[in-house]
Nanobody
């Protein structure tokens, strides 16, 4: 069993930045890690994903503004979010894929509003 704990969400003005962190209870080495988000009334959607070798992919909405990274020594994955927009408002979830099992954190709220 893997526990994932997100932090770093909050209220930010449009154009601002936030850095989300996801701490895992065990090693993340070798696993795909991702950030997803879910706004009210919407399905959960992929924001960014990072593979064990460090390669990444992003949703079109995140490209050029968000950066996902990982620190295997700290068992932590990050999401740096810049130039935030009101439409980025959502609960952000950390994800770890281990074999055929998906593990999720409890989520952290990001609200972009003036």
């Amino acid at each position: 069993q893997v526990q994932l704990v997100e932090s770093g969400g909050g209220l930010v003005q449009p154009g601002g930045s936030l850095r989300l962190s996801c701490a895992a209870s065990g090693s993340i080495f070798g696993y795909v890690m991702g950030w997803y988000r879910q706004a009210p009334g919407n399905l959960r959607e992929l924001v960014a994903r990072i593979f064990s070798g460090g390669s990444t992919n992003y949703a079109d909405s995140a490209k050029g503004r968000f950066t996902i990274s990982r620190d295997n020594a700290k068992n932590t994955v990050y999401l740096q979010m810049n130039s935030l927009k009101p439409e980025d408002t959502a609960v952000y979830f950390c994800n770890l894929v281990k074999g055929t099992t998906n593990y999720w954190g409890q989520g952290t709220q990001v609200t972009v509003s003036s």
